[in-house]
């Protein structure tokens, strides 16, 4: 962690793990809680929660390798994509416990995932073949999938503006696009 | 099933975008590439472009706006290379000179 602005480094903290004392597994993704107070990161060991403080380990949720990881806006929850396991899977951040697991009907390659602003949806973007991809939304409280927007190509990042139903998204061939939807929810 | 997605504007460039970020308040995108050292800076409602900004390494792996949008930060550097950290001041002036960046130590 640096400061901003003058980018001194503040914490380096080792991803140490039970399963693998001698090498620390490489993380695939983090983020800070929306409070600042958490840590997350995903590795191949699952998701490890930590004080943004001082590092220290607050809760450990073993899975499969999870590439991307994303808190909900409230700070509640937190999510995992699994592409072995071809799923979004959602835990507690209080106690680590399962939550909702998201199946995907297709492939599932390079996955990112990300709650919408409002916290009412989840959006995955992956590769559902070797070629094409897809923007998938589910409704997070009954794990109803919402829309899926297929792609010619792998879909690489989104992000969601502050204005409800915008969103922005890359793709694998260079294309950027911004766009709108309203879901039914 | 949701309603349709309604395209709002998309673009094709041949120096492919790696990542997206919208700004804290929505009006920017940022767009790292993949194949070049430039991290795009974009009208959100449509696309133009209000400036490039120049990294040390291609491959913008990741780029974030601060809470307060007075920042980008940028982490880049391909397989083998040093990470590098870019800070830029919002909103950008005329040239890159405020864009900072720093060795993180770690290598890609």
Same mark, same amino acid.
């Given at each position: 962690?640096? =400061?901003?602005?003058? /980018?001194?480094? /503040?914490? %380096?903290?080792?991803?140490?793990? +039970?399963?693998? +004392?001698?090498?620390?597994?490489?993380?695939?993704?983090?983020?800070?809680? +929306?409070?600042?107070? /958490?840590?997350?990161?995903?590795?191949?060991?699952?998701?490890?929660?930590?004080? %943004?403080?001082?590092?220290?380990?607050?809760?450990?949720?073993?899975?499969?390798?999870?590439?991307?990881?994303?808190?909900?806006?409230?700070?509640?929850?937190?999510?995992?994509? $699994?592409? *072995?396991?071809?799923?979004?899977?959602?835990?507690?951040?209080?106690?680590? %416990?399962?939550?909702?697991?998201? +199946?995907?009907? *297709?492939?599932?390659?390079?996955?990112?995932?990300? #709650?919408?602003?409002?916290?009412?949806?989840?959006?995955?973007?992956?590769?559902? *073949?070797? %070629?094409?991809?897809?923007?998938?939304?589910?409704?997070?409280?009954?794990?109803?999938?919402?829309?899926?927007?297929?792609?010619?190509? =792998?879909?690489?990042?989104?992000? #969601? *503006?502050?204005?409800?139903?915008?969103?922005?998204?890359?793709?694998?061939?260079?294309? $950027?696009? $911004?766009?709108?939807?309203?879901?039914?929810? | 099933?949701?309603?349709?997605?309604?395209?709002?504007?998309?673009?094709?460039?041949?120096?492919?975008?790696?990542?997206?970020?919208?700004?804290?308040?929505?009006?920017?995108?940022?767009?790292?590439?993949?194949?070049?050292?430039? !991290?795009?800076?974009? &009208?959100? &409602?449509?696309?133009?472009?209000?400036?490039?900004?120049?990294?040390?390494?291609?491959?913008?792996?990741?780029?974030?706006?601060?809470?307060?949008?007075?920042?980008?930060?940028?982490?880049?550097?391909?397989?083998?290379?040093?990470? !590098?950290?870019?800070?830029?001041?919002?909103?950008?002036?005329?040239?890159?000179?405020?864009?900072?960046?720093?060795?993180?130590?770690?290598?890609?």
């Amino acid at each position: 962690m640096w =400061h901003v602005p003058d /980018l001194t480094l /503040l914490l %380096t903290i080792p991803n140490n793990d +039970p399963q693998s +004392p001698g090498l620390p597994p490489r993380v695939k993704d983090s983020a800070f809680s +929306p409070d600042g107070q /958490l840590i997350g990161n995903g590795d191949i060991y699952g998701i490890k929660l930590r004080r %943004t403080i001082d590092g220290t380990l607050v809760l450990r949720i073993p899975n499969a390798e999870i590439v991307s990881i994303s808190f909900s806006p409230d700070g509640t929850l937190i999510a995992g994509a $699994v592409e *072995s396991e071809r799923a979004v899977k959602i835990w507690r951040v209080a106690d680590g %416990t399962l939550f909702r697991v998201l +199946p995907i009907a *297709s492939e599932f390659q390079f996955p990112r995932i990300a #709650f919408t602003p409002a916290g009412d949806l989840i959006a995955a973007i992956y590769g559902s *073949s070797n %070629t094409s991809g897809a923007i998938q939304f589910w409704n997070v409280n009954d794990g109803r999938s919402v829309a899926i927007y297929p792609k010619p190509n =792998h879909v690489r990042t989104i992000a #969601f *503006s502050p204005s409800p139903g915008t969103f922005a998204y890359t793709e694998y061939g260079g294309r $950027v696009t $911004v766009s709108f939807a309203r879901f039914v929810r | 099933m949701g309603q349709d997605e309604w395209i709002i504007w998309t673009k094709q460039d041949a120096d492919p975008y790696l990542n997206v970020a919208f700004s804290t308040d929505g009006s920017m995108l940022a767009l790292g590439r993949e194949d070049s050292n430039t !991290t795009d800076l974009l &009208k959100a &409602k449509n696309g133009n472009l209000i400036r490039s900004l120049t990294a040390t390494h291609n491959r913008t792996n990741e780029a974030v706006f601060t809470l307060d949008d007075q920042y980008l930060i940028n982490g880049n550097g391909s397989s083998g290379e040093t990470l !590098t950290l870019g800070l830029g001041e919002l909103p950008m002036a005329s040239d890159s000179s405020g864009w900072a960046h720093i060795p993180t130590g770690l290598t890609a």
